[in-house]
């Protein structure tokens, strides 16, 4: 059966400090994947999604970057976080043209 | 543009009541829709899509393609189906799922 990693679950980080958050996928092959963030009120933004290894296409300018270096992992990252970065980032994948997608937990950031 | 409105950010019902969380979108073509949960310490799960037409503990939803909505209605509200509920689409050949704000259902004994 698919099962979705992402870590870590929490995270604490000061202002101007790098961030990697990463989320791997298993028992599947060549899966969409996906980043969101998710904010009171606001939803779920999506961030990047991944349709390949190296294909990153981004939804929002900001302050984050995402990348695939395997096919079954996703990265989001940033090289200087900022206050405005803090919510809960979802990782997501789903099958090409299956269009159901299957969440990770989560993790939560917080920039001080 | 794609968008996914949700204007219920609370909805509070007491138990065994009927309950709706109304969502309308925007598309301009065939959109696919759907209905995610998430109960209170669980993750983000699918409760329902539109091409299935079916119940999912006792939850329905009708695509109203004239009125562009996708309401989500059970009978008889039950406290374990508090939670929070978004309300999704994604394009003909997309890969983007666009999701609403969501709602929080509570469900009062």
């Known amino acids: 059966s698919q099962t979705i990693h992402q870590w870590p679950a929490t995270l604490v980080q000061p202002v101007g400090s790098p961030l990697s958050l990463e989320c791997t996928v298993e028992?599947?092959?060549?899966?969409?994947l996906y980043w969101y963030r998710q904010a009171a009120g606001r939803g779920l933004q999506l961030l990047f999604y991944?349709?390949?290894?190296?294909?990153i296409s981004s939804e929002v300018p900001q302050n984050l970057s995402a990348s695939r270096p395997q096919d079954r992992q996703f990265i989001l990252s940033s090289k200087k976080l900022l206050l405005s970065d803090s919510g809960f980032y979802l990782c997501?994948?789903?099958?090409?043209?299956?269009?159901?997608?299957?969440f990770g937990a989560g993790s939560r950031l917080t920039v001080l | 543009a794609q968008r996914v409105t949700q204007p219920e950010k609370l909805l509070s019902v007491f138990k065994g009541a009927p309950v709706e969380l109304k969502c309308n979108y925007s598309?301009?073509?065939?959109?696919?829709l759907f209905w995610y949960v998430q109960y209170s310490r669980q993750r983000l799960q699918l409760l329902l899509r539109?091409?299935s037409r079916e119940s999912i503990k006792g939850f329905t939803a009708d695509l109203n393609k004239g009125e562009t909505s996708f309401h989500l209605k059970k009978p008889f509200a039950q406290e374990e189906d508090s939670a929070m509920y978004y309300c999704?689409?994604?394009?003909?050949?997309?890969?983007?799922?666009?999701f609403g704000a969501g709602t929080r259902l509570f469900v009062k004994a």
């Open positions: 997501a994948w789903g099958e090409s043209g299956a269009n159901v997608l299957t």
């Open positions: 028992g599947t092959s060549n899966p969409n």
């Open positions: 991944s349709v390949g290894i190296g294909q």
């Open positions: 598309y301009s073509g065939s959109p696919e």
């Open positions: 539109h091409i």
């Open positions: 999704a689409l994604i394009g003909t050949g997309g890969f983007k799922t666009i």
